[in-house]
């Protein structure tokens, strides 16, 4: 995951856990100097291993950086292809998007994702920007823009304590404006602790604080609920489930089905193991994930150390696996594990009913969204196993040939 210009946003978002990030870094230097951008472009063309080679630009918002600095970019891959497949994968928020913007992520192909929350009610809650104003009609207007010039794109949408509460509304909407691969990504946000403080950080670090017991969610009041993340995410998959398999993607539901039916990959925080979704920064800075942007989990500079001996240094790889070995006897003996695997280590800050420390603060949500999709699961993986479509699972829906399933009402 690579940051270019570092947290730096044209946004203020009230719940967004990277903006902080400024704090880590002081020298105002907040752009990927050229020589920079070319050591770490060939340093990753170079190390992956098979034909194609997947670039994910973040930031902050990169298209502060402008047109030019992209263009720059392609140039690069190019020069370093050496006969692989590149591809470039963009978020945004979309409010500077233009036409030179679309032609250009058309052009070369680039995928790019929207940041929006919903319709604007739900949309502006949090995310205004540096006045405190509305931000949907400009991310509206960037959609369109995109749309114009036929430009693909998918939407990210944060699942706060205010979308998570307006399931069908949000994904009737996602699917109004055009968006057929969705994300939804849980907002969980604790109070910081002395560690986060003396590095003048106002949201919790992994280790700050202490694991709460499951009715104390020591978490800021943007963070969703448990039970509205298992709500959200079990009432979007019933009106899925009938009417759109096949034609949306969501991401947690596909990831749904690769376990399911044993495939490998889907998304890391659902992997037994991590390890393998690094963030590096705008000075060269490579941290163990974006989600771990402290001092004690940068792993060293490109500048300094090659990008494979950090990927590959004891020190991440033990970070990778300390995903599954300290994961909770609660967790292990689980029902739906093969599923969730215990979440994002990020989150593991509650005890667990026996008073084991590391269960995820969405436990909850999570166990009840698996077990609710499981019938339906099981019957997708006997159509694979069949060799026959997924979109099959419609019609078992509709003449309630599902035993064990029920929607929600």
């Not at 679309?102 to 929006?116: H, M, P, Q, R, T």
């Not at 402290?294 to 990927?311: C, D, W």
């Not at 994002?344 to 084991?356: H, Q, V």
């Not at 159509?383 to 419609?394: G, K, N, Q, S």
Request: neutral net charge.
């Amino acid at each position: 995951m690579t940051k270019p210009i570092g947290p730096i946003c044209n946004l203020d978002c009230k719940y967004c856990f990277y903006l902080e990030k400024e704090a880590l870094y002081t020298d105002g230097k907040w752009r990927m100097q050229p020589d920079l951008l070319e050591n770490y472009i060939r340093q990753y063309i170079e190390a992956q291993p098979n034909q194609q080679v997947s670039f994910a630009w973040q930031g902050g918002e990169p298209t502060l950086l402008g047109v030019d600095f992209f263009r720059k970019v392609v140039e690069l891959q190019k020069t370093y292809a050496n006969g692989k497949e590149i591809e470039n994968a963009f978020q945004t928020n979309g409010t500077l998007l233009d036409d030179e913007w679309a032609s250009f992520l058309k052009e070369n192909d680039f995928l790019v994702g929207i940041s929006i929350d919903g319709p604007q009610k739900l949309h502006d809650h949090y995310r205004v920007d540096k006045k405190g104003a509305s931000t949907f009609d400009k991310v509206m207007a960037g959609i369109e823009t995109l749309q114009r010039h036929d430009v693909r794109f998918n939407t990210l949408t944060c699942l706060n304590r205010i979308t998570s509460k307006k399931p069908l509304e949000v994904y009737r909407f996602l699917k109004g404006i055009g968006s057929e691969f969705m994300q939804f990504i849980p907002i969980v946000e604790r109070r910081p602790g002395s560690q986060a403080k003396e590095w003048g950080l106002d949201l919790a670090s992994p280790e700050d604080g202490t694991e709460a017991s499951d009715d104390e969610l020591p978490v800021f009041g943007w963070s969703v609920l448990p039970d509205d993340f298992g709500n959200f995410y079990s009432r979007i998959f019933d009106r899925w489930i009938r009417k759109d398999v096949g034609k949306i993607y969501v991401q947690l539901f596909e990831t749904a089905v690769g376990k399911w039916i044993g495939a490998p990959g889907g998304i890391c925080v659902h992997a037994e193991t991590c390890g393998d979704a690094l963030a590096i920064e705008h000075g060269g800075d490579v941290y163990s994930c974006d989600h771990f942007v402290y001092p004690q989990y940068k792993l060293g500079n490109i500048k300094e150390k090659n990008l494979v001996e950090l990927v590959e240094s004891p020190r991440q790889r033990a970070f990778g696996t300390a995903k599954k070995d300290t994961l909770p006897q609660y967790c292990r003996e689980c029902e739906v594990r093969f599923a969730c695997n215990g979440g994002c280590p990020k989150d593991r800050f509650l005890r667990t009913p026996s008073g084991e420390a590391g269960l995820h603060y969405l436990c909850k949500g999570y166990r009840q969204f698996f077990n609710h999709i499981a019938a339906p699961m099981k019957a997708i993986a006997q159509l694979h196993a069949r060799r026959l479509p997924a979109t099959h699972v419609m019609e078992l829906v509709a003449k309630k040939q599902l035993p064990g399933y029920t929607p929600l009402k």
